[in-house]
């Protein structure tokens, strides 16, 4: 709505006048040229229900801001697959493991806007509701503590691992603590110790493809994509079937890296091509980078599976359908 106003704004502003000029001419006295004293100012001509350059300046700045939400919201929909794009890149959207990036990008943008806002004349509201929206960002960021699920989808994807934490949070050790904590205290629960049936499978080439467009949020997931953050050593070759039961495969993984890393786009293909060398520790990576981050693609299913059937014919059974 707010896109729509400003690209029809020259139209809103002639449509104003029009209506004045034609309220000035069936109110003017003939006789003096005078309005009459009597006549009443159609509400849409009235001053205080008029835009002003400021405020037209801050549904412009209203409307970019809340295209970057827009940006963040639409990357994180889909189901999560690899497949071409309208642009001809290939990649996926509704990834698990850009949930905290999404929420540190906006945040990101609001501070940005909260240091602009400070030089937008008249715009008192304006700073109110970035500060308010803020607020309620953070209110729900802070509430990913309640689960593991996306500190670990993050610090299982090769190119970012704990580097990402170590390089966005460098000033507040205590959350990238945190985060290394939950994320520990599960694969010491639950899949250290997992006993794993080994099969002979061939490992699978990775599939990697460079983006060739980004929206700003993808753009600021690339821009902390990097596996510099913590001490690492390269990964020599190794046989797949060497494997120690008793090492520590998130810290040795956490510790070493491979060419190609910082360029991998389908983790969950990384994983897979890796799941003989970590056998726990992929099994760990694919549970968590497979889940949805949110329902929107099962809504989707959903509403499609509505339309399988008529309502005449809704008591078919399912075999039959």
Not at 291 to 296: F, K, L, W
Request: proline content about 4%; some cysteine.
């Amino acid at each position: 709505m707010i896109r729509r106003a400003l690209t029809l704004r020259p139209f809103v502003e002639q449509l104003v006048l029009k209506h004045r000029q034609q309220w000035e001419q069936d109110n003017r006295s003939r006789r003096t040229g005078n309005l009459r004293k009597s006549a009443k100012e159609p509400q849409i001509c009235l001053e205080e229900n008029q835009l002003t350059t400021n405020d037209w300046d801050v549904l412009d700045h209203l409307a970019r801001l809340l295209g970057f939400y827009e940006d963040a919201v639409k990357t994180l929909e889909g189901d999560g697959q690899q497949r071409r794009r309208k642009r001809g890149w290939v990649g996926s959207y509704g990834n698990v493991w850009e949930v905290i990036q999404g929420f540190e990008f906006l945040l990101e943008v609001l501070e940005d806007y909260k240091k602009l806002a400070s030089e937008i004349p008249d715009a008192e509201h304006f700073r109110i509701n970035i500060n308010l929206g803020w607020e309620k960002l953070n209110k729900y960021y802070s509430r990913l503590d309640e689960t593991p699920i996306y500190y670990t989808a993050l610090a299982l994807h090769p190119a970012f691992r704990w580097g990402y934490f170590e390089n966005e949070w460098k000033d507040k050790a205590e959350w990238v603590t945190k985060a290394k904590q939950m994320v520990r205290e599960v694969w010491e629960r639950e899949y250290r110790h997992l006993q794993i049936v080994r099969n002979p499978v061939a490992d699978e080439p990775v599939a990697k493809r460079q983006r060739k467009y980004y929206n700003p949020f993808q753009a600021y997931c690339e821009r902390t994509r990097t596996v510099s953050g913590c001490s690492m050593v390269k990964e020599e070759a190794s046989s797949p079937d060497g494997i120690d039961d008793e090492m520590d495969e998130l810290e040795s993984w956490q510790s070493s890296w491979e060419d190609g890393d910082n360029d991998v786009r389908d983790p969950i293909s990384y994983w897979h091509e890796r799941r003989r060398r970590y056998p726990r520790l992929s099994r760990m990576a694919l549970d968590f980078l497979t889940i949805q981050p949110m329902s929107a693609e099962c809504e989707r299913l959903f509403a499609a599976a509505g339309r399988m059937v008529t309502p005449l014919r809704s008591r078919l059974d399912a075999d039959i359908i």
